[in-house]
């Protein structure tokens, strides 16, 4: 208990919204920390203020809504700003909210864009953050931000420099304190082996995602990409029962833990491997349930790819109108993916599966 009574209740939401949080009750979190939000704005107080929109926005992205989390972080970001000269966010505690806040806010656009130039602009962002951080004597705090601009640079197609950027990030990160902001040390080898299958490297892959399942502290996140991705693996090398065996593991987790964010990519491993395994029935059952997965999870590029996968099983089960009615939308989706990122490989694949309407 503080001697302000005003600062205690803000406490309370957060504990309640930390606590919802930790039992994968995202909803009630994220109305809890916006309370708290409430509460703190009535303060003028910059250090709680920033603390309560940290909360709100980690239930933010969990629901998937990366846009609202977007607005969060740009507001604790002006937050900072506003308040620079206080002595509430001048020492350590101040910088830990303002550091991830720095972080999140290019994590959440990623989370939304694919263009080429907007994503070059984000290393600018970087940049200044990381010099933000030396200056404030926390350099080994840029790990976070090293880590994105790792997926930046993997996004822009320079996939050397982001393996080396990953593996600065994951050697800060090791380094880092349990109370230090930052990503967990899974999040970094997920990501390093993401870029390691990238540049051919499975091995190495296969041997940090075998790790990390290994370890039973490793978050459910972790666990599922590891699985999944040793599934894709096994699949593109013919291990067929191997790869059914740890995308079905995948998705089970993901499922249990309501972790919708990864569970679409599961799912996609998992309807590929049924379709290899001969099992087809389960396979439409499985895309059908992909589908729904991407529609709620509300973006764009998993619906595409969810689409895409239905797509081939309907065509494979000889289900021609159903095939036939989803190429429209996925034309549409395939579209918009491609003029976002310049590029124009989704329309493609579209087209190609005209074709093979056609064909037949």
Not at 333 to 350: F, H, N, P, S
């Given at each position: 208990?503080?001697?302000?009574?005003?600062?205690?209740v803000?406490?309370?939401?957060?504990?309640?919204?930390?606590e919802?949080?930790?039992?994968?009750?995202?909803?009630?979190?994220?109305?809890?920390?916006?309370s708290?939000?409430?509460?703190?704005?009535?303060?003028?107080?910059?250090?709680?203020?920033?603390r309560?929109?940290?909360?709100?926005?980690?239930?933010?992205?969990?629901?998937?809504?990366?846009?609202?989390?977007?607005?969060?972080?740009?507001?604790?970001?002006?937050?900072?700003?506003?308040?620079a000269?206080?002595?509430?966010?001048?020492?350590?505690?101040?910088?830990?909210?303002?550091?991830?806040?720095?972080?999140?806010?290019?994590?959440?656009?990623?989370?939304?864009?694919?263009?080429?130039?907007?994503?070059?602009?984000?290393?600018?962002?970087?940049?200044?953050?990381?010099?933000?951080?030396?200056?404030?004597?926390?350099?080994?705090?840029?790990?976070?931000?090293?880590?994105?601009?790792?997926?930046?640079?993997?996004?822009?197609?320079?996939?050397?420099?982001?393996?080396?950027?990953?593996?600065?990030a994951?050697?800060?990160?090791?380094?880092?304190?349990?109370?230090?902001?930052?990503?967990?040390?899974?999040?970094?080898?997920?990501?390093?082996?993401?870029?390691?299958?990238?540049?051919?490297?499975?091995?190495?892959?296969a041997?940090?995602?075998?790790?990390?399942?290994?370890?039973?502290?490793?978050?459910?996140?972790e666990?599922?990409?590891?699985?999944?991705?040793?599934?894709?693996?096994?699949?593109d090398?013919?291990?067929?029962?191997?790869?059914?065996?740890?995308?079905?593991?995948?998705?089970?987790?993901?499922?249990?833990?309501?972790?919708?964010?990864?569970?679409?990519?599961?799912?996609?491993?998992?309807?590929?491997?049924?379709?290899?395994?001969?099992?087809?029935?389960?396979?439409?059952?499985?895309?059908?349930?992909?589908?729904?997965?991407?529609?709620?999870?509300?973006?764009?590029?998993?619906?595409?790819?969810?689409?895409?996968?239905?797509?081939?099983?309907?065509?494979?089960l000889?289900?021609?109108?159903?095939?036939?009615?989803?190429?429209?939308?996925l034309?549409?989706?395939?579209?918009?993916?491609?003029?976002?990122?310049?590029?124009?490989?989704?329309?493609?694949?579209?087209?190609?599966?005209?074709?093979?309407?056609?064909?037949?």
């Open positions: 208990m503080s001697n302000d009574p005003a600062i205690d803000i406490e309370a939401f957060i504990t309640e919204a930390r919802s949080y930790k039992e994968h009750r995202w909803q009630k979190s994220a109305t809890t920390a916006a708290a939000v409430q509460a703190a704005k009535t303060t003028k107080d910059p250090f709680m203020i920033l309560a929109l940290y909360f709100h926005r980690r239930a933010l992205w969990m629901m998937a809504d990366f846009s609202a989390a977007l607005v969060l972080d740009t507001e604790s970001l002006a937050v900072a700003e506003q308040y000269s206080s002595t509430r966010i001048g020492g350590r505690n101040g910088a830990w909210y303002i550091a991830q806040a720095r972080a999140n806010w290019v994590q959440d656009i990623l989370a939304q864009t694919s263009d080429p130039e907007k994503l070059r602009q984000l290393l600018e962002v970087i940049d200044d953050g990381e010099r933000w951080l030396v200056a404030r004597g926390f350099p080994a705090w840029r790990s976070g931000l090293l880590l994105h601009r790792s997926r930046v640079l993997s996004r822009i197609g320079e996939n050397d420099k982001a393996i080396d950027a990953a593996e600065e994951l050697q800060l990160a090791e380094r880092l304190a349990d109370d230090d902001p930052s990503y967990t040390i899974g999040d970094h080898k997920v990501t390093l082996a993401g870029y390691l299958r990238t540049a051919k490297r499975e091995s190495d892959a041997a940090i995602y075998q790790s990390l399942l290994d370890n039973p502290h490793s978050a459910t996140y666990r599922v990409h590891s699985h999944y991705n040793l599934g894709e693996i096994a699949l090398e013919g291990r067929v029962e191997d790869g059914l065996r740890h995308a079905t593991q995948a998705v089970e987790i993901a499922e249990h833990d309501e972790d919708y964010l990864v569970v679409c990519s599961a799912m996609y491993t998992l309807v590929r491997a049924l379709q290899l395994a001969k099992e087809m029935d389960k396979a439409h059952q499985a895309a059908i349930r992909y589908e729904e997965r991407a529609r709620a999870s509300r973006s764009s590029s998993k619906l595409y790819f969810a689409l895409r996968s239905r797509f081939d099983v309907e065509f494979a000889g289900n021609r109108e159903q095939a036939k009615d989803m190429l429209p939308e034309e549409k989706i395939a579209t918009a993916l491609d003029r976002e990122e310049g590029k124009a490989i989704k329309a493609t694949e579209v087209a190609r599966r005209y074709e093979r309407m056609a064909d037949q």
